[in-house]
């Protein structure tokens, strides 16, 4: 679990929070516990200090020497050369499974949180023969109200960015008050944001702290740790940034947050994390998961990635649990494939059979 002085802090602030009278004023500022620090606070009010158990990267993060150039003609010929294969209705029907349906934006209201999860619930009506989304990934205040309505024989998990997202700016003490927050409010899923700013200075075992720490938190719920790739931007810094967030106790590895500009060759960048996947599991034994995510809204977008990670990782990736697509407007546009594909498929059916009748 998680260290105790950590959960001392929480539950304090939680009572805080609760109680209908006024707190005292401590005389001196409260202390919080930065990322890093071997000493703190056990409580805002607190003089006494106690120690943490920092956790430390156990190894160094080397790269792995890649060519840009190379590894993008490679990339391009691989999604070539087997995209057919997966353009079909049930490959469609596959993506939308893997979907994490997702509202971020700064103008999020109760109600439109509430429409998606009628969605949801009424999805088995709508598309008997379709699958629902994997999760419903809001910001925490919602989370609770998602718990209220949404039905459970959907399956539909909830899943809440926290830590600071989607900068991942502030301290770890706030990171593990607002996940405890989403996780006690009902969230299946917390979605993190690596420290990139401390990982391009070199703070590795900070980063590895707080991944770790929030990992604790969670216990056997997933926590998937975002790496913000096209801040990263290099993929030898992608690739050690993935090794550290497993290392660190990530469920999921994770592209992007959505709200910084995506550049050039997102594939790239979602291979380079295979990389690191099998790498890992060769390492340690452990799988871990992948969710690529910003930016990815056509049916085509969703096919390339698909078609990619398929291939790396094997068909067990096309599973759920392994796999996941954050998006906000994919869905809509997958169900439109597929009610084009299966046309596309009848009317080939009633051609082959004309062709047979007039023989």
């Not at 929030?214 to 790496?227: A, E, F, N, S, T």
Request: charged letters at 30%.
């Amino acid at each position: 679990g998680i260290n105790a002085e950590y959960m001392g802090i929480i539950k304090r602030l939680n009572r805080m929070a609760e109680s209908k009278k006024p707190t005292e004023v401590p005389k001196k500022r409260p202390q919080i516990p930065e990322a890093g620090e071997e000493e703190f606070l056990a409580s805002p009010h607190s003089s006494k200090k106690k120690k943490i158990e920092i956790q430390k990267a156990s190894r160094k993060y080397v790269p792995k020497g890649y060519k840009a150039e190379e590894y993008h003609a490679a990339n391009a010929k691989l999604i070539e050369e087997n995209m057919k294969k997966y353009d079909n209705p049930e490959c469609y029907k596959k993506m939308s499974a893997l979907i994490d349906y997702t509202t971020l934006d700064v103008a999020d209201t109760e109600k439109k949180v509430l429409q998606m999860v009628d969605r949801v619930n009424n999805h088995s009506k709508t598309h008997p023969d379709i699958p629902c989304v994997a999760a419903i990934c809001v910001y925490p205040p919602f989370v609770s109200l998602i718990k209220e309505k949404l039905k459970k024989e959907t399956k539909v998990q909830i899943a809440a960015v926290s830590g600071g997202f989607p900068a991942s700016q502030t301290s770890l003490a706030v990171k593990l008050l607002e996940t405890e927050e989403a996780l006690r409010d009902g969230a299946d899923e917390i979605d993190i944001v690596l420290s990139v700013g401390k990982f391009n200075e070199g703070k590795i075992d900070e980063c590895f702290n707080e991944i770790y720490q929030l990992k604790q938190l969670c216990g056997k719920r997933r926590l998937k740790v975002i790496l913000e790739v096209d801040a990263l931007k290099e993929l030898d810094k992608i690739y050690m940034a993935s090794m550290l967030a497993m290392d660190a106790g990530a469920d999921f590895i994770k592209t992007s947050t959505g709200k910084i500009d995506r550049l050039k060759d997102f594939e790239d960048k979602i291979m380079v994390m295979c990389d690191a996947i099998k790498d890992f599991k060769k390492e340690t034994g452990k799988i871990v998961a992948l969710k690529p995510a910003g930016g990815v809204r056509t049916a085509l977008d969703a096919l390339k990635i698909y078609t990619l990670v398929q291939v790396a990782l094997g068909d067990e990736y096309s599973k759920n649990f392994l796999f996941r697509i954050g998006a906000s407007s994919l869905w809509d546009n997958l169900l439109s494939k597929i009610t084009e594909k299966a046309q596309d498929c009848t009317l080939t059916q009633i051609s082959f059979i004309a062709t047979i009748q007039n023989r």
